[in-house]
């Protein structure tokens, strides 16, 4: 049936020797079972809050701090909606870090490092995660 | 006779300090956090007032500084971690591990300074 599409060859198939071919795997980062996709977003949260996180938070800090007037323009600021949403993104990043460490604590110290309880805390952290910047968020809106 | 060289290329053992330094750093940083973090739930700083009285008060300053100086050899391991897996060549990694160890240390300073220049 294929001989009727010249301009897509169907791939030389032999039945009987496709099921000994060595199995590749599908590296998608969409396979990463959850220790691993917490693993990558600590390592991604990390760098985030090093660079640029930290210092514009300094800054902040040192802006809000310096004067009255300061404090008011990056109070009003900090009150437009799209700053808001980047503020959850800041926020996310340094609860997700929060949560995987002290996850990488406890599997350090041996709690938890059997593979069904670590894929749990894994999702656990990530749940966690969402959830606190879910909270902080409401508290700041 | 030729002396046997002797000298393994591995177990420096620096690399184990530096790790049980980023569990050590990390602990400090989780206490301040949840500190922080019931300490702005209670006094709910909400004028300039209380937002620069309670940044005055000599344990918040101190401990801000402890945080960000476990926060300085904490992200100098991390950040060294993430350059060695992904800058293989060394003259570029050699730079930017200089550069993040330049930039955590004018962290520190600027947040000393910002708390202690009023």
Not at chain 1, 37 to 60: D, M
Not at chain 1, 63 to 88: I, Q, T
Request: hydrophobic letters at 55%; glycine letters at 6%.
């Amino acid at each position: 049936m294929d001989t009727e599409k010249p301009t897509s060859p169907a791939p030389h198939r032999r039945p009987h020797a496709s099921s000994r071919r060595p199995v590749s795997y599908d590296l998608n980062l969409a396979h990463l079972p959850p220790p691993g996709i917490v693993s990558i977003l600590h390592r991604v949260s990390g760098l985030a809050l090093f660079f640029p996180i930290l210092p514009a938070l300094i800054y902040l800090l040192g802006a809000s701090l310096a004067s009255e007037e300061g404090y008011r323009e990056w109070r009003s600021f900090f009150s437009e909606p799209a700053v808001k949403f980047v503020m959850l993104g800041v926020i996310w990043a340094y609860a997700h870090h929060f949560f995987a460490g002290l996850r990488y604590l406890l599997l350090d110290v041996h709690v938890g490092i059997a593979k069904a309880p670590a894929r749990k805390s894994a999702m656990a952290v990530l749940v966690l995660g969402l959830l606190a910047t879910l909270l902080i968020g409401w508290c700041i809106w | 006779m030729v002396k046997a060289y002797t000298k393994t290329p591995v177990g420096a053992h620096y690399g184990l300090g530096d790790w049980l330094l980023q569990r050590l750093t990390a602990v400090v940083m989780v206490l301040f956090t949840v500190g922080f973090a019931i300490c702005l739930a209670v006094h709910k700083p909400g004028t300039y007032a209380e937002w620069k009285a309670l940044f005055s008060g000599t344990f918040v300053r101190v401990t801000t500084v402890l945080f960000f100086t476990a926060l300085l050899y904490h992200a100098w391991v991390g950040m060294r971690d993430i350059l060695m897996d992904y800058v293989k060549p060394t003259a570029i990694r050699l730079t930017l591990q200089s550069a993040v160890v330049v930039a955590l240390l004018l962290y520190l300073i600027w947040i000393a300074q910002i708390l202690w220049s009023r």
